[in-house]
């Protein structure tokens, strides 16, 4: 059974930068019908979809968030990252990891890890 | 402010049925049948409950319905039971002019409350 677990930091200072892993079970990340994305969720707001990569590299990312983030797979470890710069307040956040399945659910996430809470704060 | 319109809030007794609207334009609810649907319990991550518009995942019961109508999508859960109470997000595909052009947009969320 697929299971994802983000790991990472929960507290980062203001401007830096943001680092979480995302580790994959029971699957691996070279399928060519996955695509594996990172969402959040702030405290009192909605979930915001972050970015999705593609294990063979092609990577979407939200246009509001472009500037500061970068995704990565690495497929030998069977983990994928998010690497989130300039850090503010606002990113204050819990942070999803998932996947998308593109030969069942395309743009749907079915798969969700349980979050990882991330505070940014000097 | 999110991409895609919901309600705050929605409610019904128990066994009644309750209908969460999202609306988004023609870029992205509109134009694409990617429209999804998330229930979040608090504390819990995000369950895919609907997907491209109307289809449910193996295990989600079929009290959960979806449908689109132009650019606005809609998630009706009939026979309201206890466990519906959480907060309902709809997502969908889009397509923007501008670089990066293919992107998923979130709606704010719906919190269902069953009375």
């Known amino acids: 059974q697929l299971q994802l677990q983000e790991s990472g930091p929960g507290l980062v200072k203001p401007s830096e930068t943001l680092s979480l892993t995302c580790s994959v079970s029971?699957?691996?990340?070279?399928?060519?019908?996955?695509?594996w994305g990172w969402i959040r969720q702030a405290p009192g707001k909605g979930l915001e979809w972050i970015a999705s990569?593609?294990?063979?590299?092609?990577?979407f990312y939200n246009p509001s968030l472009k500037s500061r983030v970068s995704m990565s797979i690495d497929t030998s470890k069977n983990h994928f990252s998010l690497n989130l710069g300039s850090v503010t307040a606002a990113d204050t956040a819990d942070y999803y990891c998932?996947?998308?399945?593109?030969?069942?659910?395309?743009?749907?996430?079915?798969?969700w890890g349980q979050g990882t809470m991330v505070t940014v704060s000097s | 402010q999110s991409a895609l319109t919901q309600p705050p809030s929605a409610s019904g007794s128990p066994g009644q049925s309750v209908t969460i609207s999202c609306s988004g334009t023609?870029?992205?609810?509109?134009?694409?049948?990617?429209v999804s649907w998330y229930q979040r319990h608090p504390g819990k991550a995000p369950k895919l409950m609907i997907y491209d518009v109307t289809k449910r995942p193996s295990g989600v019961p079929d009290r959960f319905s979806g449908s689109k109508s132009g650019n606005t999508a809609s998630l009706t859960i009939s026979g309201l039971q206890a466990e519906d109470e959480a907060d309902y997000y709809c997502?969908?595909?889009?397509?923007?002019?501008?670089?990066?052009?293919?992107?998923?947009?979130f709606g704010g969320g719906t919190k269902v409350t069953v009375l």
């Open positions: 998932a996947r998308e399945d593109s030969e069942t659910s395309d743009n749907a996430f079915d798969i």
């Open positions: 029971g699957a691996s990340t070279s399928r060519s019908n996955f695509y």
């Open positions: 023609s870029s992205d609810i509109g134009g694409y049948n990617y």
């Open positions: 997502s969908s595909y889009a397509y923007r002019n501008s670089y990066p052009n293919a992107i998923i947009v």
């Open positions: 990569i593609h294990y063979g590299g092609k990577t």
